[in-house]
């Protein structure tokens, strides 16, 4: 008996120290960096692990590790269990989290160059979007976002409609309670919808409390919330974007050797475009899956339909141009850089 206890003692110290020894040191196969510090930066995300803003978090996550050779161990905290989708921005600036995912659209009026990717500009893809967003914030390096480093920035693919009821035409958006955010929320005023802004967290709650009857977003989410399950109908309107941007705290990013800033800085722009091209195809396969599982019916607007939603949205491409110039920005110079972008990626992209 009294060796039992001894055995199982030692045996517990071993693991004790195991588990204290390596706290830091390179993970995986990562060579070991002798006695050179590693550096954890915590990573805080706010929608569910499943989905787009958390599948390229841990794709960042691995080629950070790879790169600097486990010298940078990045912990990663989805679901909004470090910071929430409102308190992103803040709560990077503050510390509470080394690196945080935000979108834009979330805080209106607080990103005025940044937004002008949510308007209705006519993206198709999200691999376009993303990089023309990177190449845009790379010429202006925005005030906006001056309080932080800027990691990466993607969008989402274009919005479409997911609902509970059939929406054939833009006539059945009618009073619609549709779940939205930033300016695609003032897109489905400007339409006769009824928007409801709040982050695409708190949408299945509000979908099964019936608060509304569908969303506004891209396709995916219909494989990777289960929209689809509640959701049977989509109309494909090519609605705008979302913009995202991952940011870090400054003082964080400031402590960083040169050579750990290096390897960020080279990632930056393959991450977006990474990021679109894994949302494209994730969005087909979401959408082949949704009809697999759950028989889904897709409605497509009509071309006069199209034109009409232009039309009737036309005013918010207007809107932005006021609230940029009222920020001090060449508007104008920065919807042409930003169609000139859209067009450069979008060609490349039809190779
Ligand atoms: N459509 C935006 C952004 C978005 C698209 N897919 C996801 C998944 C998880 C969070 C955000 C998004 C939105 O509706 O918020």
């Known amino acids: 008996m009294r060796a039992m206890i001894r055995l199982t003692?030692?045996?517990?110290?071993?693991v004790v120290l195991l588990s204290?020894?390596?706290?830091?040191?390179?993970?995986?196969?990562?060579?070991k960096q002798g006695k050179t510090a590693v550096i954890r930066l915590s990573y805080a995300n706010f929608p569910p692990a499943s989905t787009f803003p958390c599948v390229q978090m841990e794709r960042w996550k691995q080629e950070v590790e790879r790169r600097t050779q486990g010298r940078i161990v990045v912990e990663t905290y989805p679901g909004g269990t470090l910071l929430e989708a409102k308190n992103m921005f803040k709560g990077v600036q503050d510390g509470q989290a080394d690196i945080g995912c935000l979108s834009m659209s979330y805080q209106p009026g607080v990103f005025p160059l940044t937004t002008v990717v949510e308007q209705p500009v006519g993206f198709r893809s999200s691999r376009t979007a993303s990089l023309a967003l990177f190449d845009l914030f790379a010429k202006y390096d925005p005030a906006e976002f001056k309080a932080v480093k800027v990691l990466t920035l993607f969008t989402s693919a274009p919005s479409n409609i997911m609902s509970t009821v059939p929406v054939k035409s833009l006539a059945d958006l009618a009073g619609l309670e549709l779940r939205a955010s930033g300016a695609p929320s003032k897109m489905l005023s400007a339409l006769g919808a009824t928007p409801v802004s709040m982050p695409m967290s708190q949408a299945p709650e509000a979908l099964q409390k019936g608060l509304v009857k569908g969303l506004l977003s891209s396709l995916e989410v219909l494989k990777d919330f289960n929209f689809a399950e509640s959701c049977r109908y989509e109309t494909v309107t090519d609605f705008p974007v979302y913009p995202f941007a991952v940011v870090m705290n400054r003082a964080k990013w400031d402590s960083l050797p040169d050579d750990a800033k290096a390897v960020l800085d080279g990632l930056a722009r393959e991450q977006a475009e990474w990021t679109g091209v894994y949302m494209d195809g994730h969005v087909r396969e979401a959408l082949t899956w949704s009809k697999n599982t759950y028989d889904i019916q897709i409605f497509e607007l009509s071309d006069a339909e199209r034109a009409e939603a232009r039309a009737k949205t036309a005013g918010l491409i207007e809107e932005w141009k006021a609230q940029a110039a009222a920020a001090g920005l060449p508007a104008d110079t920065i919807l042409a850089d930003l169609n000139r972008l859209k067009a450069e990626h979008e060609a490349a992209e039809a190779k």
């Not at 003692?9 to 071993?14: D, H, K």
């Not at 204290?20 to 060579?31: F, L, N, S, T």
């Open 9 to 14: 003692a030692v045996l517990l110290a071993a």
């Open 20 to 31: 204290g020894c390596g706290r830091d040191e390179p993970k995986g196969d990562a060579p």
